[in-house]
């Protein structure tokens, strides 16, 4: 059975950093490509960064490009986003996923951006 | 970056009833790389169709999905009550994989 846990949200205040993981189970982690999406309180989703199977392919969508890393590592099944310089705007649960669309979902990780 | 823009906003019908979604998209999404969604409160996402016509592992056949190019439909045979949440539409035909802002269908 397919598990993906998030966990590393929390209040933060702008300008500050957290680190998200997400730990994958019940499939094969290192043959998928993996996404983070988000949405905002009572928002829609958002698509946020993609990394392909092995690492060497990643992108961001332009709201935050420059601020988050995508990351994973394939011995350990997990996967990571790395956020910076956090704005109040950024506030939001933070799903992890597989693949492009995604099959299957995590239940979320809250981050939030305040003062 | 391709835009995705889903009408209704809101859809109001009774169970027994067909519901169409439409998501239209600002250009073509090729391969039909286009996938859909539903979430009900409090919960994830759940991936209803992919390949804008594959029904995703255990999604029962009143759903269905069409189209290609920039127009694509979901449709629900006959509502059921469990049916009633938000619908939201996805491209990945290139990064970034878009969203649409999603339509709600509310129990009339």
């Known amino acids: 059975q397919v598990h993906l846990v998030e966990s590393g949200g929390g209040l933060v205040k702008p300008g500050g950093s957290l680190r998200l993981s997400c730990a994958a189970s019940?499939?094969?982690?290192?043959?998928?490509?993996m996404s983070w999406i988000r949405q905002a309180p009572g928002k829609g989703l958002e698509w946020v960064s993609y990394?392909?199977?092995?690492?060497?392919?990643?992108d961001y969508a332009d709201s935050v490009k420059g601020r988050f890393t995508i990351s994973r590592d394939n011995a350990r099944n997990s996967l990571y986003l790395q956020v910076n310089s956090l704005r109040p705007e950024d506030t939001a649960v933070y799903y992890c996923?597989?693949?492009?669309?995604?099959?299957?979902w995590g239940q979320g990780t809250l981050v939030t951006v305040s003062s | 970056e391709i835009v995705l823009m889903q009408s209704p906003g809101t859809l109001s019908l009774s169970p027994g009833e067909r519901a169409t979604l439409s998501c239209r998209a600002s250009?073509?999404?090729?391969?039909?790389?286009l996938a859909w969604y539903q979430q009900k409160p409090g919960q994830a996402p759940r991936l209803l169709i992919y390949?804008?016509?594959s029904r995703a592992t255990g999604i029962p056949d009143r759903f269905s999905g069409s189209g290609s190019g920039t127009d694509f439909t979901l449709t629900i045979s006959r509502l059921e009550p469990e049916d009633f949440a938000v619908y939201y539409c996805?491209?990945?035909?290139?990064?970034?994989?878009?969203f649409g802002q999603g339509t709600r269908l509310e129990i009339k």
């Open positions: 390949g804008a016509s």
């Open positions: 250009q073509s999404v090729s391969s039909s790389y």
């Open positions: 019940g499939f094969a982690f290192s043959d998928y490509y």
């Open positions: 996923a597989t693949g492009r669309y995604s099959s299957y």
């Open positions: 990394i392909n199977s092995v690492g060497s392919t990643v």
């Open positions: 996805q491209q990945y035909a290139g990064s970034p994989f878009t």
